[in-house]
């Protein structure tokens, strides 16, 4: 469900890598606090086991949201709500909500 941009590495390693990187940037936009550190002498194994852990947790974290939205009203305007960085924006465009703010529009 994640998709990363096709790029070409010299390894294994440095794969991993930069998509452990990745994953964790995405994991800091949502919110998540991972706890994980990296650094580019940690072993392959090492390194595919923390990219295996962080997919969990962000999947885990879109599926919530996910949730959070199908129980959504709409804004005062009466546009949906899309998921934007760690809140929601509505396809008006003009209302912003930061995961807080957005209870007051659940069902
Ligand atoms: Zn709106």
Sequence with gaps: MLTFQQQEFDSEHDRS?????DLLSVAN????????????????EQLQSVQAELEKIIEAEYEAKKDDFRRMKRCPQGFKWN????GWRCEGGSHYCT???IKQFME
């Design 17 to 21: 890598f930069y998509l452990c990187n």
């Design 29 to 44: 936009e949502l919110g998540i606090e991972t706890g994980f550190m990296l650094s580019a002498d940690m072993e392959l």
């Design 83 to 86: 998921p934007e960085g760690t």
């Design 99 to 101: 995961p807080e703010q």
